[in-house]
């Protein structure tokens, strides 16, 4: 079992930055693929970023590639999403996700566990 918290939302203008943060509870977390998903009021939720268990591979949406990075520490157990030159189009509620199994997040777009989610909003 896998309990994941967010924090890091906000609000910021086009073109800054923000770090998403996800806490994840048990002591199982470095074995688990972490990754990010984003759903904008109206849309589907969709895959943004993901992270190996052993950090080693990331993936990223196209949509995203170069301007977010996402990182874990798993003496910590959290995982982070920096994200830099925002845009608009970047306003969702960002959600944090976990599973043993990387492609159940890369590929099937859903993996087992998933935080409450926190707001990005960002102005023009």
């Known amino acids: 079992q896998v309990t994941l918290v967010e924090s890091g939302g906000g609000l910021v203008q086009a073109g800054g930055s923000l770090r998403l943060s996800c806490a994840a509870s048990g002591r199982t977390f470095r074995y688990y693929a972490m990754g990010w998903f984003r759903q904008a009021p109206g849309k589907e939720r969709e895959f943004v970023a993901a992270i190996s268990w052993s950090g080693g591979s990331t993936f990223y949406a196209d949509s995203v590639r170069g301007r977010f990075t996402i990182s874990r520490d798993n003496a910590k157990n959290t995982v982070h999403l920096q994200m830099q030159t925002l845009k608009p189009e970047d306003t969702a509620v960002y959600y944090c996700?976990?599973?043993?199994?990387?492609?159940?997040?890369?590929?099937?777009?859903?993996?087992?566990?998933w935080g409450q989610g926190t707001q990005v909003t960002v102005s023009s």
């Open positions: 996700n976990a599973d043993p199994d990387i492609n159940a997040i890369t590929t099937s777009g859903s993996g087992d566990y």
